[in-house]
């Protein structure tokens, strides 16, 4: 039997959230697991907050996690990782891109960013640990800032907590993308999947 | 080995879907042979799907002009034996609700399934809208799905159900199963093809009164027949606990966040589940069983209470006295979820959630304020942004004339337009519904005083935008009615429609001009504009509001994102634009506070524009008072 495991990945329109979704969905069809999950969006998809519920386990059936109850939360923007806090417990795992994205009303002046500090205090203290990584770094060492979110699904199956094997979650990448933009994404799974390894040790 | 997909005629095997595609798969199995749409979240996705397969698989596929156009495609096919559907999302179905209350009576030859994506919480609608009263005003009978696959083999089972009954069906979605993501077992695809034959019957066919009242009680027969079949439908499932003296009556996706609360409070043994697919009509022996079974009952259901108030009028009708809660525990308002599913069943059976809600509750109230808003905003280089900003323009220079403290008023529309609502352009005063800009224009232009200046999308305007336009030339109201015209619906996913030239399934057809239309519908003053061209423009459109009469402005620039796309197809590159720090004065800001486009940002005091966002559109440019800002050469 598959226990429950709830999974969170939140960040900006534009960043790839669904698309980590897609491919963690289709890798986990392939290894026969149960999988229950929704796309959380606003109107304009564009700029505006993304989220991507993902559930994994024979006895899950809504395709929403109840607020303290998700195990890991992959953050693709740190304010965007503060605005989920509430789905997290003492005992969640965070792994987050410390990259930040200012959303425009804030150079109008109608919000503030919080300094990362903050951020990462209060997510700090709403879970057992985070991993921190410049997802977006990586992404531009693999060759295209465009793999960021490939570079943060490689950390998340660096924590080995996922009961889908490394080889299926590739499979389904390659499969994904257009051949020549597979060595890329691989060379982005594989930094993100050490970094989170290195954060680990 | 071949892929998988959703065409796939590979019974038994697990495909990872959304829940859209799902619904379009279960129409597929069940051997769809004519489907139309107009694209409305959460339901856009299920025609995208079809279209997808129209030609390998044979089935007709359109986006009609708007829902009642749809669903009379659909109901035509029905007529004629062929099995049809049509979607769209629950404001969709009040357009459509004209010829839905009279095929009620028609019923159905070819299966006929009307999908209605409702969505609770308003993610992208402009109200939160129970069409399941809807569907029981027409004496249509609903099916609710719980779960993605349900979707999918509840859409299969409603045609086989609505030609065994020859009665028109409703499959009832919500955005948590339309954008739902899940494994699902896939079905067989049935692969008849029917021809279509049309037999004339004014009996049947031709909705005059006598035939009315002939028809009506056949139809509430043929409700009868569907209301003893519900009991035994496998969507309708009573599980009695021993020891239960809590009740749980739960309707469509309510139903798995029944199943984890029970769970997860451990409270199986002590609350009898009665799960509803069917919540028009319910299965009224198994709600029965239940009511008799236990002291009190909690209806657990997304918006309305529907369901509950059909529980207690079964509860009277058997003289059975027992407690029946619902709205008073689970709220009326957005989307239900497990916890606040958990929180009234704790209520009720004295247990515990094993997590503090209130504690997170806080915590979120607490997290709130340090968190920086980040509404949807208009995309760098989107049209409307330009299009709205020259409107303002133009439009406060004529109010002037009108007086002092006159201000121009904006009747707006649904699109990605109504973003300019937010700061700082401010350029919308009503969002209603579809076409509804130019009708609440047409009233205005009869009560106040002031420029008059009605917006919407090019899609939008043949969707519903005509009969307001051809009203204001008949009864002579004084207003403009400007067309945003990027050539998509863009805010649905970039479907296409009469404007385009393309259909759903991507052949090309007549390229319909808004220009033409609105000529031809006798309106005095049409001018085509680019919004891009800023000055231009505006100047163009002070003449339209000062024209005396209805004015026409078509304001036409490709949608940024299809333009993009394209660009990146032709391999052509996208010059930035970019500021000059120099020549910008670092006070003004009139960039940022003019047109807030997301690109534009001010770093360390210094405004600056972000080079990977910009789409080189040069509207901040035009407006800039120091030319500072320029375009980016190599």
């Known amino acids: 039997m598959i226990k429950e495991f709830n999974m969170l990945i939140t960040g900006v329109g534009g960043q790839g959230v669904i698309l980590m979704s897609e491919l963690l969905g289709k890798s986990a069809v392939k290894e026969g697991l149960k999988i229950r999950g929704s796309e959380i969006l606003g109107m304009a998809v564009r700029g505006g907050s993304v989220t991507s519920v993902i559930r994994i386990g024979d006895e899950v059936y809504g395709p929403l996690i109840p607020m303290g109850k998700c195990d890991t939360l992959i953050g693709m923007e740190p304010s965007e990782a503060l605005r989920n806090i509430a789905f997290l417990s003492k005992s969640s795992l965070v792994i987050l891109n410390t990259a930040i994205i200012v959303p425009f009303t804030v150079s109008l002046g109608q919000s503030q960013y919080p300094r990362l500090e903050v951020i990462l205090d209060k997510l700090n203290s709403a879970s057992s640990q985070i991993i921190k990584l410049d997802a977006n770094h990586l992404a531009r060492e693999a060759g295209s800032l465009l793999t960021a979110n490939i570079v943060m699904l490689g950390a998340l199956f660096g924590t080995e907590l996922l009961p889908i094997k490394m080889a299926t979650i590739k499979e389904t990448i390659q499969a994904r993308f257009p051949a020549k933009a597979v060595p890329v994404n691989f060379k982005a799974f594989d930094l993100g999947y050490q970094a989170c390894r290195q954060a680990l040790k | ?634």
């Open chain 2, 1 to 634: 080995m071949k892929q998988l997909t959703i065409s796939s005629d590979a019974p038994g095997e697990r495909l990872f879907v959304l829940g859209n595609e799902a619904i379009a798969r279960g129409a597929i199995e069940a051997g769809v042979q004519v489907a139309a749409a107009y694209p409305g979240t959460p339901s856009s996705e299920i025609l995208e799907t079809l279209a997808g397969v129209a030609k390998e698989l044979d089935i007709y596929v359109e986006w009609s002009t708007n829902e009642k156009v749809a669903f009379e495609v659909a109901l035509a096919a029905s007529i004629c034996g062929v099995r049809a559907m049509a979607c769209m999302k629950h404001v969709g179905v009040n357009v459509a609700h004209d010829p839905l209350m009279t095929a009620s009576y028609i019923g159905a030859k070819g299966g006929l399934v009307l999908l209605s994506a409702d969505d609770p919480w308003a993610w992208s609608s402009q109200n939160e809208q129970d069409t399941r009263y809807i569907a029981e005003q027409g004496y249509i009978p609903i099916l609710e799905p719980s779960s993605v696959q349900e979707a999918k083999d509840m859409m299969a089972d409603a045609f086989k159900l609505s030609e065994e009954f020859r009665h028109l069906f409703m499959v009832r979605s919500v955005t948590r199963v339309g954008h739902a993501r899940s494994d699902i077992v896939l079905g067989e695809i049935s692969r008849e093809r029917r021809k279509g034959s049309f037999e004339k019957d004014p009996s049947w066919l031709v909705y005059t009164p006598a035939v009315a009242r002939r028809n009506k009680p056949l139809m509430i027969e043929r409700f009868e027949e569907i209301k003893k079949r519900v009991n035994i439908l496998p969507y309708n499932q009573l599980r009695l606990a021993d020891r239960a003296r809590l009740g749980v009556i739960a309707c469509g996706l309510s139903y798995s966040y029944a199943l984890e609360a029970v769970k997860w409070l451990g409270v199986e043994d002590r609350v009898s589940i009665l799960k509803i697919g069917t919540p028009h009509p319910l299965p009224e022996e198994l709600v029965t069983r239940l009511l008799k079974s236990v002291g009190e009952i909690l209806v657990v259901e997304e918006l309305d209470p529907f369901v509950e108030l059909h529980v207690k009028a079964i509860a009277q009708e058997e003289g059975i006295l027992v407690k029946i809660h619902g709205k008073d525990l689970v709220p009326v308002v957005g989307e239900l979820s497990t916890a606040k599913v958990t929180e009234a069943i704790a209520r009720l059976t004295d247990s515990k959630p094993p997590v503090d809600f209130a504690e997170l509750d806080k915590l979120e109230q607490e997290t709130a304020p340090l968190l920086p808003w980040r509404p949807p905003a208009l995309c760098p280089g989107c049209s409307h942004r330009a299009s709205l900003y020259a409107i303002k323009t133009a439009s406060k220079k004529v109010a002037r004339d009108y007086g002092k403290d006159v201000e121009p008023i904006y009747p707006g529309d649904i699109g990605c337009y109504c973003l300019g609502v937010n700061p700082p352009l401010e350029a919308v005063d009503t969002t209603v519904c579809m076409g509804g800009s130019f009708g609440i224009a047409n009233g205005l232009a009869h009560v106040v005083e002031a420029p008059i200046i009605a917006h919407l999308g090019d899609s939008t305007f043949f969707h519903a935008g005509i009969p307001p336009l051809i009203n204001a030339v008949y009864n002579k109201a004084n207003i403009t009615m400007v067309i945003l015209d990027n050539s998509a619906t863009a805010m649905t996913g970039f479907q296409p429609h009469p404007g385009t030239g393309y259909t759903a399934i991507g052949d090309e057809t007549i390229l319909l001009k808004i220009e033409d239309i609105a000529r031809a519908c006798g309106v005095k003053f049409v001018e085509v504009i680019d919004p891009f061209d800023l000055k231009k423009a505006t100047d163009t459109i002070e003449k339209a509001i000062r024209f005396d009469g209805p004015a026409v402005i078509v304001s036409r620039r490709l949608c940024t994102v299809i333009e993009q796309r394209e660009k990146r197809k032709r391999k052509e590159k996208v010059i930035p634009y970019l500021v000059d720090q120099d020549k910008c004065n670092i006070k003004c800001d009139a960039c940022i506070e003019l047109l807030g486009c997301p690109a534009i940002t001010k770093q360390d005091g210094k405004t600056i524009i972000d080079s990977s966002l910009c789409t080189g559109c040069g509207i901040c440019a035009q407006i800039c008072p120091y030319k500072a800002i320029i375009e980016e050469r190599e």
